[in-house]
């Protein structure tokens, strides 16, 4: 059965701090692997993965994949009041549907 | 460009009702999934649509179906409401290749 861990589940951190969110998975015929922010609305994109050991950019965050070991994380630098929200990880097989993961919430104090 | 648009956005219904919901993709996509979130089980896959055939479907009772159109519109009906139905349902869209999907605001769907 697919399964899509991260951690933490919650996460408190000052503006300024720098934070990693990690997401697992075990997902039969992977082929990428999405993150996604959520507000009090639904999922935004951020970043989308398929190859191993490529860092994605955009700003203060970035992602990287290793296919070997089965894992993603996602960095925030510099965090800002912001960036709080629920962090989504999403692997994807090859039908195309997402496992979402339960989220890590972020929780960014002034 | 327009992004992905559900309606309605709200929604509150009886025990053993049926109920449909609309969504429109991102000009362009031809996939619509859906998918529903609640508190409990996070975000769950219902079922993908690519030109007017379902490709994929999670694990859902068959009271959830859906249906596309000719123009990648989707709709997805629940019938016999429950009130473990009572959720936020997310309809997201993509162009075939590659994976990433958009996701629109949902339909907060409450059965009383």
């Known amino acids: 059965e697919d399964k899509v861990v991260q951690s933490p589940l919650s996460l408190v951190v000052h503006e300024g701090d720098t934070v990693t969110l990690n997401c697992s998975y075990e997902v039969t015929n992977f082929r990428s692997l999405l993150w996604y922010k959520q507000e009090k609305k639904a999922p935004t994109f951020l970043f989308m993965l398929t190859s191993s050991g490529i860092e994605k950019k955009s700003g203060r965050l970035s992602s990287i994949l290793d296919k070997k070991e089965l894992f993603s994380i996602l960095n925030i630098t510099a965090t800002q009041t912001g960036d709080s929200a629920i962090y989504l990880c999403a692997p994807g097989g090859s039908q195309g549907n997402l496992i979402f993961g339960k989220g890590t919430k972020l929780s960014v104090k002034p | 460009k327009a992004g992905v648009t559900q309606t309605p956005r709200y929604l509150i219904k009886t025990r053993g009702q049926q109920v449909t919901l609309s969504c429109s993709p991102i000009s362009g996509h031809r996939s619509v999934s859906w998918y529903q979130q609640t508190p409990g089980q996070g975000l769950q896959f219902l079922f993908e649509?690519?030109?007017?055939?379902?490709?994929n479907k999670g694990n859902f009772p068959g009271r959830f179906s859906g249906r596309q159109f000719s123009n990648s519109r989707s709709e997805m009906n629940v019938s016999t409401l429950e009130l473990g139905d009572s959720a936020l349902y997310l309809c997201a869209s993509r162009r075939q290749q590659p994976y990433e999907q958009y996701f629109g605001p949902g339909t907060r769907l409450t059965v009383t």
């Open positions: 649509y690519f030109s007017e055939t379902q490709r």
